[in-house]
Every structure is written in structure tokens, then in C-alpha cells.
């Protein structure tokens, strides 16, 4: 039984943040032996296998803005586009010296293999991000591992209202044994990943002990987190920071309203002007028939128009790491 304020008994829940923060406290030294001790019948920890690479070219050799200056220029950049409900605001940046670099997350995939055989059809380097739950996540990790991008799980939890984030989802009203036996299922179903990244999640990354908990275990692995920022709540970033787990937000989705090829195209400038004001931009996307349709032609002429193609592990060799950028509900 533990205890709060006043000496009120509390119940073990993965949302109690003080009995959360205590566990991952009393795990830090051996998290990996006490996963195995609540979990040992789901299965065998998985690692992350592959290391991560960085590119050739490294976020390291780019010149990306001071991380309290990009917050600025971030939302200065989304308020300048039509689309978006705010004044233009005159701004002038030097470009950077090398070329501007732009990071795509394919989420989504496993649950429809014809959309899955297209995007992997789509010049990259493009990272992938399987869900857990699908029939055949394996083959598809093996799969995208044959590509020039990164593999990524993509780690369903719960989200702020009625849809369902699938099997095994990790939720805040889970008792702590509970909570830690859902991650281990999801985290051992394929091993060639070396990131994560949330499939739905409002509620969840609003909640900073679960946060802690779920960063603590992918740190101990050598396994990043990118935020997919699907709440401006959300405080997987400043948790991370908090634990010293490798974690960063996306920018920009690209299509956030489905079947709408316009919202694709102008999602695609809105990322291009950050990367180019910012030195590089973090986007995701769907394995959708319309985002496919405008993503393909694009991809085969960004080079050309002076992008680099990267990857989410190649931006870890950034330093100091970029903050949160400002205002992350305007780039839905």
C-alpha cells in the first residue's frame, strides 16, 4: 500500500504520478530485470537491433536554429500560410548554409497490405512505423529494414475520446503491472526497430508519470521516441528531457484531413518553408490512396528543389536537441 498526502492510501494506477514516478525510481538501475519479472510470461524483451546510423551528412554539420529561436520561427512560419486563422507577420532569416533537411514517419502500417506495398514502393529515405498488432509485423519490419530508412513501432495508446487505439493499447487507468505487461507485449511483437513513436495517445502523453514510465523503458533499450504530437498537451518532450531519454516532436502532419489531396500539397510547403526557416522539419503521414498520390511526385523532385531526405536517428547527433516547437496544435 503506498501513501499520499496526509497519509491517505492511494491505489497502484499508472495515472497516480507519485506512485508511477516511485516505481520508475526504484527501477532505474535494473529496469530491464524487473520488465522481465512482471512480464516473463509474455515473452522475451526485445531489443532494438539495428544501431541507429547517422547520415553521411549529419544533423551535426547543419545549421539548425538555436532551439528557443526555432520556437519563434516555427510559429511565425505556420501563421504566414493561408490556410491558418492568424495575421501575416513580416520575418527575415538567413537561410542556412547546407541544405535544409526533411524527416517522413509513414505511420500506420500493417492493417492494409496493398497500402503497405505502395508506400514501401515510394523513394525514400523514408522511415516506417509498424503497428504491434498487426497480422504479419514482422515480414513488414523486415521489410522496411530493406529500405534507407529507419524502422519505428508505432506504440498505441489511449487516446482523449471514444476511438480505439487496438489491442494491448497502453492506458492511464491500468494498474502499474498491468500497464507494464501491455508495453512489454507491444515492444517484443518485431526487434529490427530503433525508435517509437505513439498511434493516437491524446490522453496518454498527457500524463507525465505514464510518460515516465514508457521513456524510461525505451531509454534503458537504446530506442528514441518521436512525439507525434496528437494533443498540444502532450509532455512526452519535457519528460524526456526530465529522464535524459531521446526524444523529439513532429512538426507538421501532412494530412490530417483524410481524402483531400489540397491539405497534402499545402502541408508539403508548410513543411519545406520550416525546414528551410528551421534546418529541418519533422513530418508524418498516412498510408492513405490521395496522400500517396501527391507524396510520390514529390519525393522525386525534393532534391532537385535543395532538400536532403533524412532520418529521425540520423537527428540525434544534434546538440543541444531542438526543444518542442511553439504552438504544436496549429500543425495539425
Known sequence: MAFGRGGKPVKLRAGNAGLIASIVVALAATVLGAMSAYVGKFGTVAEAKRDIVIAPESFAQTAVAAPVRRDEIVRQVIERFPLERF???????????????????????????????????????ITYSILPYAPDAKNLAA????????????????????????????????????????????????????????????????????????????????????????????????????????????????????????????????????????????????????TLDVLGPWLATVSARGFDLTTPSAMFAVKPRPRLAAAPELRF
Open 87 to 125: 495575421s501575416v507577420q513580416p520575418l527575415v532569416i538567413t537561410e542556412p548554409s547546407v541544405r535544409p533537411k526533411i524527416i517522413i514517419i509513414m505511420d500506420d502500417i500493417g492493417l492494409d497490405e496493398e497500402a503497405a506495398d505502395m508506400a514501401f514502393a515510394l523513394p525514400g529515405p
Open 143 to 290: 521489410r522496411a529494414a530493406a529500405g534507407d530508412g529507419d524502422v519505428m513501432l508505432h506504440l498505441p495508446m489511449e487516446p482523449d475520446g471514444d476511438e480505439d487505439p487496438g489491442p494491448n493499447a497502453l492506458r492511464s487507468d491500468m494498474s502499474a503491472g498491468i500497464f507494464l505487461r501491455a508495453l512489454q507485449w507491444n515492444l517484443s511483437r518485431f526487434d529490427n526497430y530503433v525508435g517509437v513513436n505513439n498511434h493516437m495517445g491524446s490522453k496518454l502523453t498527457s500524463n507525465g508519470a505514464a510518460m515516465k514510465a514508457v521513456l524510461g523503458v525505451l531509454k534503458e533499450r537504446g530506442v528514441f521516441f518521436i512525439d507525434s504530437v496528437t494533443t498540444s498537451h502532450s509532455v512526452a518532450y519535457h519528460t524526456g528531457v526530465e529522464i535524459g531519454a531521446a526524444v523529439l516532436p513532429r512538426d507538421v502532419f501532412l494530412d490530417p484531413t483524410p481524402n483531400d489531396r489540397d491539405v497534402v500539397r499545402r502541408q508539403l510547403r508548410l513543411a519545406e518553408q520550416i525546414a528551410k526557416e528551421t534546418g529541418y522539419v519533422i513530418a508524418i503521414c498516412h498510408p492513405r490512396p490521395e
